[in-house]
């Protein structure tokens, strides 16, 4: 078993319904009048199979285990094609709403990750860009390295990092799209990030053409 330890934005998709408590508190009375059910009662429910979640908030504290929680939002499909194949998230998107922490631990759930080919390229270049800093000469400012790490995150595109990342584009159009919003940062590091996205992008493409 390998801990996993979602980060705020990680979407995951049920793989069997899931049944918790629902607690009458005011940030899940969206959900409670989504399900038709009587607010503020505490009940039991059930959400189906192949809904798909983001994380909102983990809430976890030493000495007050009996509030740690997770807090989840349901995302509304945007295109025409989501909408038919996620009817759930239709029906119940846009609602919020929090399970105890014992209660998550039941969830039978995956990672919802889209492009697995893109998600695992973009990890591996993190990672490489994470090593070349911490053993360069020139980023012995701990400081330094984790601003410029913070810059990559920003560049993944709005309520993306690499712990959360997601998407359904191909490796070469993501790549383009952090090129340019690098292009239009002013941000003191990113020069630092040119030649290695382009040089990445680059040897995508050789490879696809070798393939």
């Known amino acids: 078993m390998k801990l996993f330890i979602p980060d705020i934005g990680t979407l995951i998709q049920l793989e069997e319904n899931w049944t918790f408590t629902l607690y009458g508190e005011y940030r899940n009375k969206k959900l ?15 959400l189906p199979k192949g809904l798909i979640l983001k994380i909102d908030r983990v809430y976890i504290r030493k ?23 996620q009817p759930d998230n239709v029906r119940l998107g846009g609602a919020k709403f929090w399970v105890k922490l014992h209660e998550c631990n039941e969830m039978e759930m995956d990672l919802v990750t889209s492009n697995e080919e893109t998600v695992n390229a973009i990890k591996e270049l993190y990672t ?28 993944l595109g709005p309520g993306l990092n690499i712990n959360n990342l997601h998407t359904n584009q191909p490796l070469d159009r993501f790549l383009y799209k952090m090129i340019s919003r690098m292009e239009k940062d002013n941000e003191k590091g990113k020069e630092y ?15 696809k053409i070798m393939e």
């Open 32 to 46: 409670y009048d989504l399900l038709g059910l009587r607010y503020p009662s505490v009940t039991v429910v059930e």
């Open 63 to 85: 000495g007050q285990s009996a509030f740690s929680s997770i807090t989840f939002s349901v995302p509304k499909p945007k295109s025409k094609a989501d909408k038919l194949s």
């Open 128 to 155: 490489e860009i994470e090593k070349e800093l911490i053993d360069s000469e020139k980023s012995s400012n701990i400081y330094n390295s984790t601003k410029l790490l913070k810059i990559f995150n920003r560049y």
């Open 193 to 207: 990030f040119e030649g290695k996205f382009k040089t990445y992008l680059r040897d995508f493409k050789i490879r």
